[in-house]
């Protein structure tokens, strides 16, 4: 997957912005969805928005779905 949220020193965000090359995102998120994984569609790419509801599973979750549907 390719992130396309800022990232740098001092910058940190709940928000991922990112892609999978090859894959359609619109596609690629009603897959994530079908796993359980809710993710949005902005600007072309998928949006991912781990908060205090998340937990460590959520985002082991939300990995093992984009790979297994990539």
Known sequence: AIV???R????SSGIVLFEVPGQ???SLRHK?????VVTSFR???LRAAAHG???????????ESVRRNS
Do not use: A, F, K, M
């Open 4 to 6: 396309h949220s800022p």
């Open 8 to 11: 740098g020193e001092g910058i």
């Open 24 to 26: 359609n995102p619109q």
């Open 32 to 36: 994530l969805l079908e796993d359980g």
């Open 43 to 45: 600007g072309g790419h």
């Open 53 to 63: 509801y998340n937990d460590e599973n959520d985002i082991d979750r939300l990995v």
